[in-house]
């Protein structure tokens, strides 16, 4: 499982909203309700990815829904079906996480998640989140410092994590 969050967040100069990036030609509306995108994918290295959902000033937002999608370890995305691809609901401490695996950059691309986050009666932040030191991140002309995930280790399993602040 992911690893435990703290359910009060320090706050401190970091209460700016999430940047929007585009979400690119590979979205697909009617993902399916899942946190684990493993199963029944079955390749690739595991990867927890989690954080919180908060206002600007850093109040856990619940019940948003945080919806992900992303290539696999090929780099490639699945056009046909739903194969690394899912959304849930943050909890009452604005929660989310997903068990999925390690994506992979292609053409242009560093690697990335792409999220759509949206609090009821909002409009969706759509973004894409990023890996520390990735070795593409600079040639990505889209590529945003502020989308990095703080990247760690739950036993084996690489993990990535990331508050994505909303104004609600």
Known sequence: GAEPLAPTPACGDDDDPTPSQTAGPYYKPASPLRSDLRTPFGRGEAMDLGGLVLDTRCRPLPEVLVEIWHADDAGTYDNSGFRLRGHQFTDAQGRWAFQTILTRHYAIRTA?????????????????????????????????????????????????????????
Do not use: K
Request: hydrophobic fraction near 35%; charge should be positive; avoid cysteine.
């Open 112 to 168: 990335h998640y792409h999220f759509r986050v949206q609090a009821p009666g909002t409009r969706a932040l759509v973004t894409q989140l990023y890996f520390p030191d990735h070795p593409r991140n600079a040639g990505d002309s889209i590529f945003n410092p502020r989308l990095l995930m703080t990247t760690g280790r739950n036993g084996a399993a690489p993990t990535g994590r990331y508050d994505f602040v909303l104004t609600a």
